[in-house]
C-alpha cells in the first residue's frame, strides 16, 4: 500500500518561530488532508490539498503532487498550536477507500 | 450544524469481552468510516460503511465488524478483545458522491482500555 512519511518527527519552537512540516508520499493519491490533533485526541481539519496551495490565516500548505509532497507552514506560532500534525492521503490507484496516516510531526510551542 | 459525534467517551473491558462503539456522521453526510489510533501513531483505517454496506476494508481481522442503520449513524463491534486492542478508535464521515473532493470530518473518539 502507500506509504506516508513525515518529518521533522518531533519540533520544538518558541512563540512566534515560523515552520514548515513535510510530508513525502509513495504514490499517486487523489486526496490528501492535514489535521492538527489536539491533546485530547480530536482531530481538526486544517486543508484537503490533493494539489495546489492553500491558506488560511497563519497556516498555508502547498502540495506538489508530481514530485509526491506536501509542506504544512505555520507562522507566528502559538502556544496553541502545540499538539500533533498529520498528513493523511488516499492512493488514486484503486486501494482503501480510507485515508492513509503518517506518523504525524510533535509540534511544542514554547512561550 | 452538529458534527460528528461518538459514545462513549472512554470505555474499559477485559480480555475477551466484545464491545460496541458507536458514530452519529456530520449533518448531511452519507458514509462512515472506522480507525484505529494507537499511542504514539498516526490512525488506521479499518472499514468504511456506506448505503448500509462495508464498502472496502483495512488489515483488520474480522473480530472487527461493524453496522450502518438507515440514519446513516454506525457501530463498531470487536470481538475477543486483546490487549492489543487498547486503543483511540476514531469515526469519521464524508460524502460519498463527492468522493474525488472528499473531506473527511473525524468524530472526539472512543478511548479504549482492555485489561
Known sequence: GIQVEQSPPDLILQEGANSTLRCNFSDSVNNLQWFHQNPWGQLINLFYIPSGTKQNGRLSATTVATERYSLLYISSSQTTDSGVYFCAVRDSGGGADGLTFGKGTHLIIQP | DAGVTQSPTHLIKTRGQQVTLRCSPKSGHDTVSWYQQALGQGPQFIFQYYE????????????????????????????????????????????????????????????????
Do not use: K, M, W
Not at chain 2, 104 to 115: A, E, N, S
Open chain 2, 52 to 115: 448500509e454496506e462495508e464498502r472496502q476494508r483495512g488489515n483488520f481481522p474480522d473480530r472487527f465488524s461493524g453496522h450502518q442503520y438507515p440514519n446513516y449513524s454506525s457501530e463498531l463491534n470487536v470481538n475477543a478483545l486483546l490487549l492489543g486492542d487498547s486503543a483511540l478508535y476514531l469515526c469519521a464521515s464524508s460524502l460519498i458522491p463527492l468522493i474525488t473532493q472528499e473531506t473527511q470530518y473525524f468524530g472526539p473518539g472512543t478511548r479504549l482500555l482492555v485489561l
